[in-house]
Each structure stands twice: as C-alpha cells, then as structure tokens.
C-alpha cells in the first residue's frame, strides 16, 4: 500500500478533528415574550490559537505535517489536537447563544417523502434550547429553553468553564450528551435524542433526561416554553397542552407559572432523574411515558435504527476509534441531509424549487414536482441544472449505499 504524503496525512487528521466539534407562525395575537436565562456567548478561540492556526496555513511548506512525521508517534490523534481546539460558534442565527444546533430526526429522510414528513428538532449542543424545525435565525415555530441556578435564571451551559465538552452518545449516535454545573454547585448530566410517536411518520418528539447531582444549596431546573399557543397553555396531569393538544409531557411534580415549568431541586433529595417530552408540533402524547422505562425503551429503538442503518452498508475499519466514530457520524449526517447542504438555516431555503419549478405531476422520479413546467409535464430550463445536480447526488449516494458490505482495514 501507498505510503500516504505528509499534506494528506494532516489533512486527513485535521478535518476529522474538526468533523468532532460536533462530538446530526403565525398567530392572531402575539405570544407573551418568554423570560430568557441569562445567556453569555460561548468561548472564542485564544488569541495564540488563531495566531499559530493563521501561521501555519499562511507556511509555504506543510509545517503542521512536518513536524507531527517528526514525531515520535507520528501523526497521531493526539498529537494533533491541541493544535486545533473545537469552534462552537455558529452565531446567533442558529440560537441564543451562539452555539451550534444538531438538525435530529427519525427516520433517516427519503426522497419521496422530504416534503410532506419533514421535521427536525434542532437540539443546541451546549443543552441550553430545542428549536422546532428551524435555527433561530429562521423563524422556529416554537422554542424550548433550559435554566437552572438557584431562581432558573441561568442558561444551562451558559458559564464555558463549567459546561463539559458536548458528545454524542457510543462516539456516533444522534445522541447528545453534555454535562454542566450551576452556580450553586449542583452538576446537570443531560441527554436528549428525537424519535416519533406511534409510527415512523407520526410526531417528531425530542426525549430530553436530566440527571440531576445537587450541591449544598437549592436550585432550580426551569423549562421555558415560547411558541404560538403560550397564552393558552394550562396543566393536565402531567402534560402541558393547549386547545386539545399536547405540547410537554413531564416526570416528577413541578410547578408551572406560564412560560415556565420549573422543578424545585433540594439537596437533601440527593441525586434525581427527570424526564421530558417535548413535542416538535402539537401532539397527542397520550401513548408515551415521561420515565425511566419510556426513555429507556424510547433510547434503545434510536439506538437500534442507527446502528441497522450504517450496516446496511459498505464498512471501514479505522483503528483509531476517534477517527471511526467521526466517520461513522458523518455518514450518518450525509444521510439524513440527503440533497440539502444545510438544515434548519438559508442554505435549506436557497436549496428549495422557486415558485415557478413548483408545480407537477409526479412521474419519473420523487422530487418531478418540483423541476417541471405544468404545461408540459417537462423539465424547465430554468429548474433544470439544479434538478439533475440534486438527482445525481441523490442518486449516487443511495446506489453506493446499497452496495454489499465490505471492510477495508
């Protein structure tokens, strides 16, 4: 086998470390404001990593490279990742503050059904909102925030130095797993994944499991609803709900004073679990339990699916698990974003037919309708360079993926 060259060596490295950073309405009255936790903006990058990361790309030679095959191990993993620490910062077109969103759904999208079942619960990675179906910079059709601290006014994951560095769930899965300390001391594990209730096209749901560790002092865990049907919303056992509709299903007896469902945490209780629901869009939730059997049950079928999914196809063998796990999820992300460079943002709308491609019967292909002239039942030549480039990375992408598994080590 080819040696590979240096250049390719760190970029190969690099690119997987970077690919870890990301460890997948209207109304007739305006909605009350919800009572936003104070948010800071996540971290920047120290002045000296930018000045090192501007040096080295501005190098005529592969210095990066040169110096980690100097190395005693090589270009390892581990090597190389102090040299390029994580960038969270997406901005605040994708949240309040300012980090990322992972796009969740379930099942993996389908080309024929993009349209009618599209639906994506766009979970911050530093735990502190679940977006429905679009970035804040899009216009979400509902928003869910965490608080804690002792009054629920802090954003959980707001202070950097005590939020640990988001992960997903076995290295790969739609899984986020983060970890954040308030300011009274007391440690938040949390976890949240999204499937559908009842059927793989009923209501997109996000699972959302707090762990709760108090310190020495009472605290606060607050969910903060913002959506079009807040003035509405009242308590019904153990679920949120407006107009016939389900919006949260919650565990445990919290107290709720419209926007917010809080949970009064008290130390001499010890460790705690708490369970979430949170409806993507008004839902009957009346079939799913907020509890340890319900989340578990709930868990292990996404577990289950993603799994199945990444092997029914080809298989690669990396022997560094960070580098297979950065592959592995990646897979994942190219599959459910299908034809899409983006999801959730502009890119997902410019992505979109114009008004004019819009209108067809479907014939030859799922996405027809959206690439052809009413009149004719033909491809546009205006919809058409963009039609056979979305056909083709499509099309590509699944017949690869239906080829029989194979490992390369």
């Not at 990675?125 to 925030?145: F, R």
């Not at 698990?321 to 950065?326: D, E, G, K, S, W």
Request: net charge positive.
């Amino acid at each position: 086998m080819k040696r590979p060259t240096r250049g390719l060596l760190i970029a190969a490295v690099v690119g997987l470390a970077a690919a870890l950073a990301v460890p997948v309405v209207s109304a007739a009255a305006a909605p009350p404001a919800v009572a936003k936790p104070h948010v800071t903006p996540p971290g920047t990058v120290p002045a000296d990593s930018v000045a090192r990361i501007d040096d080295a790309l501005g190098n005529g030679t592969d210095q990066w490279g040169n110096e980690l095959v100097k190395a005693p191990n090589g270009p390892s993993l581990a090597a190389v990742k102090p040299l390029l620490p994580p960038v969270v910062t997406a901005g605040a077109s994708h949240s309040d503050s300012g980090y990322y969103y992972l796009p969740m759904t379930y099942p993996k999208p389908t080309a024929a059904t993009w349209q009618a079942t599209r639906a994506f619960a766009m979970q911050v990675a530093d735990g502190s909102e679940i977006l429905s179906d679009q970035g804040k910079g899009a216009a979400p059709t509902q928003t869910v925030t965490f608080g804690v601290g002792a009054d629920g006014g802090e954003a959980y994951g707001s202070q950097q130095a005590r939020l640990a560095d988001p992960q997903l769930a076995s290295g790969y899965l739609p899984i986020l797993v983060n970890s954040y300390t308030d300011g009274t001391g007391a440690r938040f594990d949390r976890e949240s994944y999204a499937v559908r209730v009842g059927s793989d096209t009923g209501p997109l749901v996000s699972y959302v499991k707090f762990t709760v560790h108090p310190g020495t002092s009472a605290t606060t865990l607050r969910l903060g609803l913002n959506n079009a049907q807040i003035g509405s919303m009242g308590v019904s056992g153990n679920t949120l709900s407006a107009n016939g509709k389900s919006y949260v299903k919650f565990s445990g007896s919290p107290s709720w004073t419209s926007p917010n469902l809080n949970y009064a945490i008290n130390p001499a209780s010890g460790t705690q679990d708490i369970y979430l629901i949170v409806a993507n869009t008004p839902a009957d939730l009346s079939s799913v339990n907020s509890d340890a059997t319900g989340y578990n049950a709930s868990r292990q079928q996404v577990s289950s699916y993603w799994q199945t999914v990444l092997s029914g196809g080809s298989t690669i063998n990396v022997p560094e698990a960070y580098a297979q796990n950065a592959m592995r999820n990646l897979l994942l992300q190219d599959l459910v974003m299908a034809f899409q460079q983006s999801i959730g943002d502009g890119y997902e709308q410019r992505t979109a037919p114009s008004p004019s491609c819009q209108s067809w019967t479907a014939r030859s292909t799922p996405w027809a309708s959206s690439v052809t002239t009413p009149t004719t039942g033909r491809i546009s030549p205006r919809c058409s360079s963009a039609a056979r480039a979305a056909f083709s990375r499509t099309g590509k992408r699944d017949s690869n993926w239906r080829k029989p598994p194979r490992t390369i080590s």
